[in-house]
């Protein structure tokens, strides 16, 4: 099945052209909000993406999904399809068929397994358009694509996926999580001198030995380079590394029975080795779907960070924060994992671009991976909010951002020499929280759940909960699963019941209503919530509020940290996503308007100039082009028109 169209351009260019090939890269920054996108842009920190605009498509913000979790609303912009047709309603799914599990069993969402519609790259693989997706959800386990695709179709498929049960974290070892010792039966001369330290790491099964020592060529005096080695006996440092040089070359280890690779980053290193700060970087397992990808084996396919210094960061580890008194060289640190993670994935996406692609799927986590640790400072809408901190900690937020229009002028400036069109949206916005509403323990207290000894949820004498999916919905426990209690003739009663007592939770200081509003599933409409894997009622809250689903304690509300959150409805103006488009069938300035992510979709379908499937529910941004009008971009047209004219496949 070919269902390539013969585009304007190619009647343009005359009948001996057979097809323009055109060709798309669809880039998505995860958790860059329309709200703050568009301030940066306005203060001119995003030259690249200015550009685009300039020369391209805006829109007024795009309206995502409900709830506003990654996995979901990445399901929408690379399916066409809301979580209630696609089977990916949140980041955590309820386990399907339902009669066989119940209200606590969950899955993956950012996996494949429950997908039911065909993502965008299924489509373009099927009409025979060499695709590559990298990192994308719902790309993994590849089971999905085979079962989707003829072997011949499969073969125009190349996918590139860092995001496997084989992950593990990266992490900081300082002088209170290694023990130093005297070096005894070394190989490596370097272990020699009296004053080299040894010490021992693991990276999930695979055990290293780390040296630190004085490089005799280095000005140093005292130690300076850290070493690695499997074992006492090797001969040659398998990678060293030295503070202030950047991250080490890639190392391979064992990740749950698979190969990954994680690097280095000396932090700080003592002289006397008294102190000391190593950043080991997150090894992912890279899964590459297609033995026949060009250049699989190069090394920076193989090696994967999959997030910056999250974790490390937030506790303190990578030095004080800014929140904590700190002055700025945590952050620094923080924004150079995530330097580090984004030269990883440009550097497979430019694999890809040096391919005769005609789809290209990115995307990167650093914005969000910023965001959530950094945005609640800025968000003035919180309660404690500290002008002061917000200055500092801004201009790391802006770097994160400034990695993502960095990788997007590598990706123009393959567009550029391709004459392909480039894509960029978001999957929903940020806002700032500082508290946590139990959701079951709000539900305990109002008698509709209760908890086993152990405190998990006793299904037996539970008639609403929220489920641990991470998506704030609230589910009755209806007879439809195991476990289920409430005949259906009683779910409207309970649902009441849940409004009553959640909707009449209050702030502790301001008094004010907590929840804002109730939806419940709908199959039509912006916001369209809720599935055969979710809960029955979504709720959204005042600002500073974020859901959760544990458990313990007796606390309704609780006071936390301001970080950067995600889950409300998409409309909220802080939850908007971004989307803009660039290339030969886009005008320059063009507005969309205000969109939503089921357009992305068919926008790149009838950029791709393929038919699209009429069950679709969004529609192309591309404007029409008129033949009285010529083609639709003057600054393209020549180059365009010189591209058609020239075979391509
Ligand atoms: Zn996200």
Not at 60 to 78: R, Y
Not at 222 to 234: M, N, P, Q, S, W
Not at 520 to 536: C, F, I, M, N, V
Not at 620 to 636: E, N, Q, R
């Amino acid at each position: 099945m070919f269902l390539r169209i013969p585009s304007v351009l190619a009647l343009l260019a005359g009948s001996v052209i057979a097809s323009a090939a055109p060709r798309v890269i669809l880039v998505s920054w995860d958790g860059a909000g329309y709200e703050l996108t568009s301030r940066l842009l306005a203060e001119g920190r995003l030259p690249n993406l200015q550009r685009m605009l300039r020369e391209g498509a805006w829109s007024d913000g795009m309206v995502s999904s409900f709830p506003t979790k990654t996995a979901a609303a990445h399901a929408v912009l690379f399916t066409g399809h809301y979580g209630h047709r696609s089977g990916i309603t949140a980041n955590a799914l309820l386990l399907l068929p339902a009669s066989e599990h119940d209200r606590l069993e969950t899955e993956n969402g950012y996996f494949s397994n429950a997908l039911r519609v065909d993502p965008v790259w299924i489509i373009a693989a099927r009409n025979g358009l060499d695709t590559y997706a990298m990192h994308a959800t719902q790309a993994y386990p590849f089971e999905d694509a085979r079962a989707r695709l003829s072997p011949s179709e499969l073969e125009h498929l190349f996918i590139v996926h860092g995001y496997t049960e084989a992950q593990s974290r990266g992490e900081s070892f300082d002088e209170s999580s290694l023990h130093l010792e005297v070096p005894a039966g070394w190989a490596v001369p370097e272990a020699w001198g009296g004053e080299a330290r040894a010490f021992r790491f693991a990276v999930a099964e695979t055990p290293f030995l780390g040296l630190f020592f004085d490089d005799p060529l280095d000005p140093v005096q005292g130690l300076d380079t850290l070493g690695i080695v499997r074992e006492t006996r090797a001969t040659v440092f398998e990678a060293r590394v030295k503070p202030g040089l950047g991250f080490s070359t890639s190392i391979q280890a064992t990740v749950k029975g698979k190969s990954a690779w994680f690097s280095l980053r000396m932090l700080d290193l003592a002289p006397d080795g008294q102190h000391f700060l190593l950043y080991r970087s997150g090894a992912a397992e890279m899964a590459i779907l297609n033995s026949e990808m060009p250049d699989a084996d190069l090394p920076v396919m193989q090696a994967y960070a999959g997030n910056g210094a999250t974790r490390p960061y937030a506790r303190g580890r990578l030095g004080p924060r800014l929140a904590d008194g700190g002055d700025g060289l945590a952050e620094m640190r923080f924004l150079e994992t995530l330097a580090h993670l984004q030269s990883q994935i440009i550097a497979q996406a430019k694999v890809a671009l040096e391919e005769d692609y005609d789809l290209v799927v990115l995307y990167s986590p650093v914005t969000d991976d910023v965001n959530h640790e950094l945005f609640g400072y800025l968000d003035e809408a919180l309660a404690g909010h500290d002008e002061t901190l917000a200055a500092k900690v801004s201009p790391f937020v802006v770097q994160g951002f400034e990695l993502q229009d960095t990788f997007l002028g590598v990706l123009m400036d393959a567009a550029e020499r391709d004459d392909a069109h480039v894509v960029v949206v978001s999957d929903h916005g940020m806002a700032g929280t500082d508290r946590l509403l139990h959701l079951n323990v709000a539900l305990a207290e109002a008698g509709l759940l209760t908890l086993h000894g152990d405190g998990s949820i006793d299904l037996s004498t539970t008639r609403a909960l929220a489920p641990p999916l991470a998506d704030g919905s609230i589910a009755v426990n209806l007879t439809g699963r195991p476990g289920g209690i409430v005949p259906p003739a009683e779910k409207t009663g309970v649902l009441q019941e849940v409004r009553r007592a959640l909707g009449a939770l209050r702030d502790p200081d301001t008094g004010e209503l907590i929840i804002t509003a109730f939806f419940e599933p709908a199959t039509s409409g912006l916001l369209q919530p809720g599935g055969a894997s979710t809960g029955d009622l979504f709720l959204d809250y005042l600002p500073g509020y974020y859901p959760s689903t544990q458990t313990r304690g007796n606390l309704v509300v609780e006071m936390t940290e301001p970080r950067g959150n995600h889950i409300f409805v998409p409309t909220r103006r802080n939850m908007l996503a971004i989307a803009a488009a660039w290339g030969p069938r886009i005008p320059p300035g063009t507005n969309f308007g205000k969109i939503r992510s089921i357009d992305i979709v068919p926008t790149v379908l009838d950029l791709l100039e393929l038919e699209r499937p009429a069950d679709l529910p969004g529609r192309s941004l591309v404007p029409p082009a008129t033949l009285l009008s010529g083609t639709p971009s003057a600054s393209f047209s020549t180059k365009h028109l010189g591209a058609a004219s020239r075979m391509v496949k």
